[in-house]
């Protein structure tokens, strides 16, 4: 039977995400407040990109962009074949710092070409669009977070990425530190070890039992849960400034980690007065994304082509 679509552009507005949360790695991660919003339309013919903000004039803007690929390859879950499309992104998640950007444009274009299908929910639902965004990604951490919002814990089966959430305890309070450098996901995953001393694996187990509980019940717990022994101080030479600044926040007794892959950092919770992070960091207090993505129909509106996020302007 031919694939019907419908008429009109779709948009979805998706979640920065914050993935291992120190003892978490590729399991762990949070929904932040800081949003790209993508629409969709389908056309007579080529594939046509546009992209304002975050990674304007770098992107490409034709089937090489990840948010098309995405779409192609829910498309052909959904045995579709679109003419063409339009694809228009105001992207305010920076890329290449551990904020899950390409998630979050991998989750848009899955999304996005699930909505375009008439009866795509039905062909792939919700547990089918996170195992192939987890797939597309290659880990489920981010993913998970970003359609689902809040607090999430992911894991693969061999039917492929699952993932629950939960709310996050009152008294959480994110805040990421930007660096200008970037730093990409998979170079800091060869950065890696193939194994790692059992005391460590150990350890670092128990502290993300213990993180599901900080970060759901008892945020005074978060920093000895955020203490991780599998992946930061490999990657800890790759991005020196970060791993400083972990440091001398923790020694302040903030809980902070490495967000996702770095450089960011993410503190889960306030720093002492007056704390100076020592260089020219971007500092953004963020929300948690309780609602994860978000799909309408139409195109992007005034607020939604506004590239700088309210309050991201320091
Ligand atoms: N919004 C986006 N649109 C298109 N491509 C993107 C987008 N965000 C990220 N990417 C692609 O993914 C790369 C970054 O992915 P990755 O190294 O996993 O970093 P991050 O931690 O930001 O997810 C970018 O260099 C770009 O190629
Ligand atoms: N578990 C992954 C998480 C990568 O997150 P990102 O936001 O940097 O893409 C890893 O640590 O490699």
Same mark, same amino acid.
Request: glycine share 10%; charged share 20%; with cysteine.
């Given at each position: %039977? ?20 120190? *003892? ?39 089937? /090489?962009?990840? $948010?098309?690929?995405? %779409?192609?390859?829910?498309?052909? /879950? ?10 228009? &992104? ?40 996170? /195992? ?5 990604? !290659?880990? *489920?951490?981010?993913?998970?977070? &970003? ?18 959430? /939960? ?11 930007? *660096? ?10 060869? +950065? ?19 993180? $599901? ?25 790759? %991005?020196?400034?970060? +791993? ?34 020592? @260089? ?11 609602? !994860? ?7 992007? !509106? ?9 309050? @991201?302007?320091?």
């Amino acid at each position: %039977m031919p694939t019907n679509f419908i008429a009109g552009p779709v948009r979805v507005r998706v979640p920065a995400t914050s993935a291992n949360l120190g *003892p978490g790695f590729d399991a762990l991660g949070l929904a932040l407040g800081l949003h790209d919003d993508v629409s969709a339309e389908i056309v007579p013919t080529g594939v046509r990109v546009t992209v304002t903000g975050q990674g304007a004039g770098e992107l490409p803007d034709d089937d /090489r962009h990840l $948010v098309v690929r995405s %779409m192609r390859a829910a498309f052909e /879950r959904l045995d579709a074949r679109p003419t063409g499309l339009a694809v228009e &992104c105001v992207n305010r998640i920076p890329q290449a710092r551990g904020l899950g950007s390409s998630s979050a444009a991998i989750v848009a274009g899955v999304l996005l070409a699930r909505a375009l299908v008439t009866d795509g929910e039905r062909r792939l639902d919700d547990g089918a669009v996170l /195992r192939l965004a987890a797939e597309l990604e !290659g880990h *489920p951490d981010n993913v998970a977070p &970003c359609l689902l919002g809040g607090f999430t814990v992911a894991w693969t089966e061999p039917t492929g990425a699952r993932a629950v959430s /939960r709310e996050v305890a009152e008294g959480v309070r994110p805040t990421v530190y930007v *660096p200008t450098e970037r730093g990409l996901t998979a170079e800091a995953r060869a +950065a890696l070890p193939a194994t790692v001393p059992h005391g460590d694996a150990a350890l670092t187990a128990g502290r993300a039992a213990l993180l $599901v509980h900080a970060i759901t019940t008892d945020p005074t717990l978060l920093l000895p849960a955020t203490v991780d022994r599998l992946h930061q101080d490999y990657r800890a030479a790759g %991005m020196p400034a970060t +791993a400083a600044l972990v440091r001398a926040l923790r020694e302040a007794g903030v809980a902070a980690v490495v967000s996702g892959a770095g450089p960011t950092v993410l503190a889960l919770s306030d720093p002492p007065e007056g704390f100076d992070p020592g @260089r020219d960091w971007q500092v953004w207090r963020l929300p948690i994304d309780v609602s !994860g993505a978000r799909v309408a129909r139409g195109r992007l !509106g005034h607020a939604e082509r506004d590239p700088v996020a309210a309050g @991201r302007k320091s």
